[in-house]
């Protein structure tokens, strides 16, 4: 047999450099090596995406397997099948004859057997005087020995990007069931807010899951679905809360003018000069404070402040906030500006403003004047962060596909 683009003798496909690593691999098995044939081709399925074969490929595999009389394969001893190709043909419940060597050349191909011709050409064993085989020309079963632990662990990843899949798309399932019921029940209740946008924003992301989506689509999608229900969820808890604190106020004014009444009516001073119950103080309605959202969504959404943090990276909530102390300096953000930040919205809301103000800093004239504006807003409910790392999201994902 020569190697290289040559082609082997009776008119075979040329042996690729590849086969013949794979070859000079399954000569190197350790003396005494087992592993159950059954167990290997099981591991052989789960991986076969990434081998990059077919079922029918399988088919062909698992006949040949049933050739071998031993359900463990060894080292030490043959480790050659050579069944003709009517014989291998019914046991792969009648696969067709070209269709079988255009997959037995796969299996070749993927490294799960090699090919041990003879001079001829045709596959038999050769026995001794006592019937024992001497020698046997067909397919070797060596590779799938050689690999057994590799492909193992092939498997084992599959099976286990698998589960990654089925739990992210469960997440997303019932993240989208969840700002479903949110958006229509704002809708129907009358709440405040430009619920017709923000439906917009979800059949946008819904209609973005591929028809066959990779964990990584499902993810980057789910992040955006989270950050929409967490939005969705503020906004209508700051109404609530507003509206609370109206009904409050409403009635604490009640009571003060009752309690001032029965005090200058009923509660007369003992000495003989007049007193009258203390102004009360302004009641101002206080919204609820701005959520924060989950760090590794803050890092997708602004990634430039990584470099800005102790080492060159944001590991926790205090190295961005860290981090942002040093951005604010950069941007030429006074300190009163980013303290008035940090009072009305928190540290670590007034850092993500921050890390936000970076990443879109190139569109900005005036980082300390945006943040000042920002923390009124805020300060009167009309501002939340989620609709800005969603927005600095998509711009950060629509810059890497045009990239790759």
């Given at each position: 047999?020569?190697?290289?683009?040559?082609?082997?003798?009776?008119?075979?496909?040329?042996?690729?450099?590849?086969?013949?690593?794979?070859?000079?691999?399954?000569?190197?098995?350790?003396?005494?090596?087992?592993?159950?044939?059954?167990k290997?081709?099981?591991?052989?399925?789960?991986?076969?995406?990434?081998?990059?074969?077919?079922?029918?490929?399988?088919?062909?595999?698992?006949?040949?397997?049933?050739?071998?009389?031993?359900?463990?394969?060894?080292?030490?001893?043959?480790?050659?099948?050579?069944?003709?190709?009517?014989?291998?043909?019914?046991?792969?419940?009648?696969?067709?004859?070209?269709?079988?060597?255009?997959?037995?050349a796969?299996?070749?191909?993927?490294?799960?057997?090699?090919r041990?011709?003879?001079?001829?050409?045709?596959?038999?064993?050769?026995?001794d005087?006592?019937?024992a085989?001497?020698?046997?020309?067909?397919?070797?079963?060596?590779?799938?020995?050689?690999?057994?632990?590799?492909?193992?662990?092939?498997?084992?990843?599959?099976a286990?990007?698998?589960?990654?899949?089925?739990?992210?798309?469960?997440?997303?399932?019932?993240?989208?069931?969840?700002?479903?019921?949110?958006?229509?029940?704002a809708?129907?209740?009358?709440?405040?807010?430009?619920w017709?946008?923000?439906?917009?924003?979800?059949?946008?992301?819904?209609?973005?899951?591929?028809?066959?989506?990779?964990?990584?689509?499902?993810?980057?999608?789910?992040?955006?679905?989270?950050?929409?229900?967490?939005?969705?969820?503020?906004?209508?808890?700051?109404?609530e809360?507003?509206?609370?604190?109206?009904?409050?106020?409403?009635?604490?004014?009640?009571?003060?003018?009752?309690?001032?009444?029965?005090?200058?009516?009923?509660?007369?001073?003992?000495?003989g000069?007049?007193?009258?119950?203390?102004?009360?103080?302004?009641?101002?309605?206080?919204?609820?404070?701005?959520?924060?959202?989950?760090?590794?969504?803050?890092?997708?959404?602004?990634?430039?402040?990584n470099?800005?943090?102790?080492?060159g990276?944001?590991?926790?909530?205090?190295?961005?906030?860290?981090?942002?102390?040093?951005?604010?300096?950069?941007?030429?953000?006074?300190?009163?500006?980013?303290?008035?930040?940090?009072?009305?919205?928190?540290?670590?809301?007034?850092?993500?403003?921050?890390?936000c103000?970076?990443?879109?800093a190139?569109h900005?004239?005036?980082?300390?004047?945006?943040?000042?504006?920002?923390?009124?807003?805020?300060?009167?409910?009309?501002?939340?962060?989620?609709?800005?790392?969603?927005a600095?999201?998509?711009?950060?994902?629509?810059?890497?596909?045009?990239?790759?």
């Amino acid at each position: 047999m020569q190697v290289g683009n040559v082609t082997t003798p009776f008119g075979r496909r040329p042996v690729s450099l590849a086969q013949v690593r794979g070859q000079m691999r399954t000569a190197e098995i350790k003396s005494g090596k087992t592993a159950d044939k059954w167990k290997v081709f099981r591991d052989v399925c789960e991986a076969r995406a990434v081998l990059g074969i077919q079922d029918r490929a399988l088919a062909v595999l698992d006949a040949l397997l049933t050739f071998y009389p031993d359900n463990e394969l060894s080292e030490d001893r043959a480790l050659v099948v050579f069944p003709s190709n009517d014989q291998l043909s019914v046991r792969a419940h009648g696969i067709a004859g070209t269709t079988l060597r255009r997959h037995l050349a796969a299996l070749v191909d993927a490294g799960l057997i090699h090919r041990k011709d003879s001079a001829n050409g045709k596959r038999y064993a050769r026995k001794d005087e006592s019937g024992a085989i001497e020698e046997a020309f067909g397919f070797s079963l060596a590779p799938l020995l050689a690999r057994a632990e590799e492909l193992a662990h092939a498997a084992q990843q599959v099976a286990a990007e698998r589960k990654r899949f089925r739990i992210t798309k469960e997440a997303l399932s019932i993240c989208r069931r969840d700002v479903r019921k949110l958006i229509s029940a704002a809708m129907e209740e009358g709440a405040a807010g430009d619920w017709g946008r923000i439906e917009e924003i979800f059949l946008g992301l819904t209609g973005r899951i591929p028809r066959t989506p990779t964990n990584v689509d499902l993810q980057q999608i789910l992040d955006e679905m989270e950050m929409l229900r967490e939005e969705i969820i503020n906004r209508l808890e700051i109404q609530e809360d507003s509206e609370d604190t109206v009904s409050n106020a409403v009635q604490n004014e009640r009571h003060i003018q009752n309690s001032n009444t029965e005090s200058s009516n009923e509660l007369e001073p003992s000495s003989g000069n007049e007193q009258g119950a203390k102004p009360s103080q302004d009641i101002r309605p206080t919204s609820e404070p701005i959520k924060a959202f989950p760090l590794g969504m803050v890092l997708k959404a602004c990634p430039e402040i990584n470099d800005y943090g102790p080492g060159g990276a944001v590991g926790s909530w205090r190295d961005l906030m860290s981090a942002a102390v040093v951005v604010r300096s950069t941007l030429g953000v006074s300190p009163s500006a980013y303290q008035d930040a940090c009072e009305v919205m928190g540290q670590q809301n007034a850092a993500v403003a921050v890390a936000c103000i970076l990443e879109r800093a190139v569109h900005i004239n005036n980082a300390g004047g945006y943040l000042r504006d920002l923390t009124r807003k805020a300060e009167r409910g009309e501002f939340s962060l989620g609709p800005m790392l969603m927005a600095l999201m998509r711009a950060n994902a629509s810059t890497s596909r045009r990239a790759s």
